[in-house]
């Protein structure tokens, strides 16, 4: 079992900044990849974006590509969501999430199987 806790979510004007972390306990394994969703209210799940075990080559989906970036720091079993030049349409529940099952990274929330609960993110206009 992973356990993971989103935190650092909140409020925030457009063009702010906020940093979401992602805190694994439980079973952790530091090989394990990591990504982030969102999920804004009325629709579905989106993947936000992805990082492997090492913490190279992160990628993201094309509407947050050059604004938000995420990194790792495996001694403290934390991912992090760097997110700036906010926008309202990036207001959302913003879940992390761990794949045990291989290395590779994905952009597909049905090959992940632990999730954090959640932290709000509302960025006003």
């Known amino acids: 079992q992973v356990q993971l806790v989103e935190s650092g979510g909140g409020w925030v004007q457009a063009g702010g900044s906020l940093r979401l972390s992602c805190a694994a306990s439980?079973?952790?394994?530091?090989?394990?990849?990591m990504a982030w969703f969102r999920q804004a209210p009325g629709k579905e799940r989106e993947f936000v974006a992805a990082?492997?075990?090492?913490?190279?080559?992160?990628y993201y989906a094309d509407s947050v590509k050059g604004r938000f970036a995420t990194s790792r720091d495996n001694a403290k079993n934390t991912v992090y969501l760097q997110m700036n030049s906010l926008k309202p349409e990036d207001t959302a529940v913003y879940y992390c999430?761990?794949?045990?099952?291989?290395?590779?990274?994905?952009?597909?929330?049905?090959?992940?199987?632990?999730w954090g609960q959640g932290t709000q993110v509302t960025v006003s206009s």
């Open positions: 999430a761990a794949k045990v099952t291989g290395f590779a990274p994905s952009r597909d929330s049905t090959s992940h199987d632990y």
């Open positions: 990082i492997s075990w090492s913490g190279s080559k992160p």
């Open positions: 439980g079973r952790t394994s530091s090989n394990d990849p």
